[in-house]
């Protein structure tokens, strides 16, 4: 079935995560953008197995779908807090870091507020009509039926998938032969196998960053010496905070971007490992809620069945058929020695990974020299500029990639192309700093523009 033949979209976007929540929003009141927005699942839901209480965002409110490209726009958090009565109690509670329930629920908010969202809409196939151009998108609808969608512009959302680690996976794959094995759980779907894995006795987490911290804290108030043991082991150096300082904070930026772009492939790599404390670190407060809680716990002489192994890889894991715990080896990253730790359940907070969507026609995609989506400085990805992709490009554009602060302003970057105009400023120049040498390139002269394409420039 068709959604109408002689219908083109100007805009059509893959999947409905907060990046492209956030052009629907910032396209619905443009009178000059057709959009529409297509996601497999019933509706919005952001990260639900990891939305443990009292958790917040690592990012300021005014981060949200919108506001730092329309401030004025009635899609804000604020205008959210505002609809539902609690605008006040958030100005008293005075933090800028809205809690991740409550952030699910804003976002949850506009999207029942947008006519353009076509939710139960699974993409199948992304392809071009090489006469006019146009991308034509075919859905499956949940009783088999399929629609078919053309657009002069497609933004792919799709987000990244849980990821584990090779050892992690073939344990994983040994624990699903294995009834009564206990669980192997990316953090991904924590809650709803908590009870589960508590029941076990014997916890490990596997991994670094905000989430194996908040999984790590969430065990831990439970830990006894005599029913429960929770253990942490990570191959980062330390248990690092993230990065927060101001002048830092400036990389996330349309200069740092560019000046990340003109790296070479090789020094991006090494770059993208240095950086992970400025958006994978855990935050300030809840490393020293950690730390206070296990000095609580032991007070007056008390043991803490608790281990927290940094720079400590997990290379090599099994079920011991006579026992059912999970054997990890475990390989230290300065000593080079080998151990085994005994646990009976295991949570991977492991990081996610992308790639090119398999619904994608071979070769509408431009690729790099390894293989990977090969993404423009203006967001465009291939199929003559009509390909866009937002949120996974952190290969390319650096930390602002998984930036929500800087959403807003790559949306107005796409919504330029996709009218020849400029419905959003796109601010051009954000930092005091330089990165690279004052004169060394045109683009690194002071008051010069940068990269971000011009409404003239980028009209398709």
């Not at 490990?204 to 830990?223: I, K, M, P």
């Not at 490393?287 to 400590?312: H, M, N, Q």
């Not at 290379?315 to 080998?338: I, K, M, N, W």
Request: charged residues 25%.
């Amino acid at each position: 079935m068709s959604t109408g033949a002689d219908r083109t979209y100007d805009v059509l976007g893959v999947g409905i995560g907060p990046f492209n929540l956030g052009l629907a929003a910032l396209a619905d009141p443009l009178d000059d953008v057709d959009a529409v927005f297509l996601d497999r699942r019933d509706g919005f839901s952001w990260h639900p197995g990891m939305m443990l209480e009292g958790a917040t965002i690592q990012v300021p409110f005014l981060a949200d779908l919108v506001t730092m490209a329309d401030p004025t726009s009635p899609y804000s958090f604020l205008a959210f807090l505002k609809d539902v009565g609690r605008l006040y109690p958030f100005y008293i509670r005075e933090s800028f870091y809205p809690l991740r329930a409550e952030y699910d629920e804003y976002c949850r908010w506009a999207a029942d507020r947008l006519t353009t969202l076509r939710w139960g809409r699974d993409v199948v196939a992304v392809d071009r009509d090489e006469e006019s151009g146009d991308l034509v998108v075919t859905a499956r609808l949940a009783d088999g039926t399929s629609e078919t969608y053309r657009a002069r512009h497609v933004v792919l959302g799709v987000g990244t998938t849980p990821q584990l680690p090779g050892p992690l996976a073939a344990l994983a794959a040994e624990v699903a032969r294995r009834p009564g094995a206990g669980p192997v759980v990316h953090s991904a779907d924590y809650l709803p196998h908590r009870d589960a894995l508590a029941a076990t006795g014997a916890v490990t987490v596997v991994g670094s960053g905000q989430s194996a911290a908040e999984v790590y804290r969430d065990l831990l108030g439970d830990a006894s010496s005599d029913a429960h043991r929770v253990d942490w082991v990570t191959r980062s150096p330390r248990f690092f905070p993230m990065e927060y300082t101001k002048l830092t904070l400036e990389m996330t930026s349309p200069e740092y971007t560019d000046h990340y772009r003109a790296l070479p492939t090789e020094l991006r790599e090494i770059l993208g490992r240095e950086q992970r404390a400025l958006y994978k670190g855990i935050s300030g407060d809840l490393v020293d809620d950690i730390y206070d809680t296990l000095y609580r716990k032991s007070a007056l002489g008390r043991e803490v069945p608790t281990t927290l192994l940094s720079d400590t890889e997990v290379v090599a894991a099994r079920v011991d058929p006579a026992t059912g715990e999970h054997v990890l080896t475990l390989r230290h990253g300065q000593l080079g020695q080998v151990a085994e730790h005994r646990t009976r359940a295991v949570v991977a907070a492991t990081g996610y990974g992308s790639g090119v969507p398999d619904f994608v026609a071979p070769g509408l995609v431009d690729l790099d020299e390894l293989g990977r989506v090969d993404v423009a400085r203006d967001y465009t990805a291939g199929a003559g500029g009509r390909l866009h992709v937002g949120g996974t490009e952190a290969h390319t554009h650096g930390v602002t990639a998984p930036d929500l602060g800087f959403a807003a302003w790559r949306n107005s970057v796409i919504l330029a192309q996709v009218t020849g105009r400029e419905p959003y400023a796109i601010e051009r120049r954000i930092a005091f700093q330089t990165f690279g040498l004052p004169g060394g390139r045109a683009d690194d002269e002071p008051g010069a523009a940068t990269g971000a394409p011009q409404a003239e420039e980028v009209a398709r």
